[in-house]
C-alpha cells in the first residue's frame, strides 16, 4: 500500500494519542466486569450531560452491532424500517439488520443522502393491511454517508410525523462529531431537542480504538435492552477500556476538536480541487468528505500514491476522506499528484 497519508476513510486513522492514554490509565487493578466499574459510571454520566440526564447508555462493540441490536429492540420480525438507499445498514452491513431484526427494509432514493417526509408518506398505506410489513422506525444517518447533514428543523420534521404516525425515529450517528461541528450545535440540541427516540453513538471514525454507545433517549424505550445487548453479543466483559476512550473523547472537547479539525481539511481539499480542471465536486462539503468525479486515467495514476475509494464505478465517482491527523501538508502533496495525474 502506498506510503503516503490514506484519503479512503477517517476508519484507517490512529487512535488518538489521549485516548490510548485513558486506556493505559484505566489499565490498573481489578474492577467489576460487566460495565459495573467507575470507567463506565464516568461515562454514562458524560452522555447525560450531553445528551439530558434521563437517557440510557449502553456500550458495545462497534456501529454495526450498535445499529442491529438498537433496532432489532425496536421492532418486530412483522415491521418495516424505513432508510435511504445509501443508509450503511442497506449497503455496509452485510444483511445483519434485516437478518437480526426480521424486517423488511424499505429503501428511499437519497441523491444527497437524506430522506424526506414526502417519500415516506406514501408507505403509510401499508398500516393495518395484514400482507404488508408495517412501518416501524424511520432510520437516518448523520452526516450522511454522501457527506451531508441534517439540520435540527430537518430532523424535527420526521421525528414529528414519526411520532404522529406511531413511529419511531433512529439515527446512526457514526459521524454524528462532524455533524455537530458542521452544523455548529450541540449534542442535546441536535438529537435530544429534535424529538431522536435511540441514537447509535460512533466514536472509531473520531478518535477511539473500538466501541460504540447505543442512546436511548427516551429511557422507556430502553426497557430490557440489556438482555438484547448481551444476546446480540454486544456485551464487553472488560468494558471499562471501552467506557475509557469516550471518557477521554469528552474531556477538554475532544471530540468536538477532532470533528473540526477533519471538518477543516476537507473544506481545504475541496477549495484547492475544485479549480483544478476535468474535476468536479458533486456533494456539498459539509463535514469531513470530498465527493467528486475524475476521469478514470486519472484516478488509476493517483491510487499509485494514493489509497482512497471509488464512490461510483459508472460515473467515476470517488470518495476522498479527511481525519483528525490530516494535515495541510498532506491536503498540498495529495493535490499536486492529483494535478500531475490530470
Known amino acids: 500500500m502506498p506510503d503516503n497519508r490514506s484519503f479512503a476513510s477517517d476508519n484507517n486513522a490512529p487512535v488518538h494519542e ?3 492514554q485513558a486506556m493505559l490509565d484505566a489499565n490498573q487493578g481489578d474492577v467489576i466486569a460487566y460495565g459495573d466499574d467507575p470507567f463506565t459510571a464516568e461515562a454514562e454520566q458524560k452522555f447525560k450531560e450531553h445528551f439530558g440526564h434521563d437517557v440510557r447508555v449502553f456500550f458495545v462493540f462497534n456501529g454495526t452491532g450498535a445499529n442491529v441490536s438498537a433496532l432489532s429492540h425496536l421492532t418486530h ?28 427494509l424499505h429503501i428511499l432514493p437519497a441523491p444527497d443522502g437524506k430522506i424526506r417526509v414526502e417519500q415516506i408518506k406514501p408507505l403509510l398505506h401499508s398500516v393495518g393491511f395484514q400482507h404488508h410489513a408495517q412501518p416501524r422506525v424511520i432510520s437516518i444517518t448523520q452526516a450522511t454517508e454522501m457527506g451531508t447533514v441534517y439540520t435540527p428543523q430537518e430532523i424535527s420534521d420526521i421525528a414529528r410525523f414519526a411520532h404522529q404516525n406511531n413511529m419511531l425515529l433512529h439515527m446512526d450517528g457514526a459521524r ?6 458542521s452544523l455548529n450545535v450541540s449534542l442535546k440540541e441536535m438529537v435530544t431537542d429534535t424529538g431522536v427516540d435511540v441514537l447509535s453513538f460512533g466514536g472509531t471514525k473520531n478518535g477511539i480504538l473500538l466501541g460504540e454507545a447505543v442512546v436511548f433517549l427516551k429511557k422507556e424505550l430502553a ?6 445487548r448481551k ?3 454486544q456485551l464487553a466483559s472488560k468494558m471499562r477500556y471501552i467506557s475509557a476512550q469516550f471518557n477521554a473523547l469528552f474531556t ?20 484547492k480541487v475544485k479549480e483544478i480542471p476535468r474535476v468536479q465536486i458533486t456533494q456539498e462539503v459539509q463535514i469531513n468528505g470530498v465527493f467528486a468525479i475524475v476521469p478514470r486515467e486519472t484516478i488509476d495514476k493517483l491510487r499509485q500514491k494514493y489509497f482512497f475509494y471509488m464512490w461510483n464505478e459508472t460515473r467515476s465517482e470517488v470518495r476522498w476522506m479527511t481525519s483528525f491527523v490530516t494535515t495541510e501538508k498532506d491536503i498540498e502533496d495529495f493535490v499536486e499528484a492529483l494535478k500531475e495525474a490530470i
Open 231 to 233: 444476546q446480540s453479543m
Open 18 to 20: 489521549a485516548v490510548f
Open 176 to 181: 454524528i462529531a462532524n455533524a455537530a461541528a
Open 252 to 271: 477538554d472537547g475532544l471530540w468536538l476538536k477532532n470533528a473540526r479539525h477533519a471538518n477543516r481539511m476537507a473544506q481545504l481539499l475541496a477549495e
Open 223 to 228: 426497557k430490557d435492552f440489556e438482555y438484547v
Open 77 to 104: 420480525p412483522w415491521q418495516a424500517i424505513i432508510t435511504a438507499e445509501t443508509a450503511h445498514i442497506e449497503n455496509d452491513e452485510c444483511g445483519a439488520p434485516e437478518k437480526f431484526t426480521g424486517c423488511k
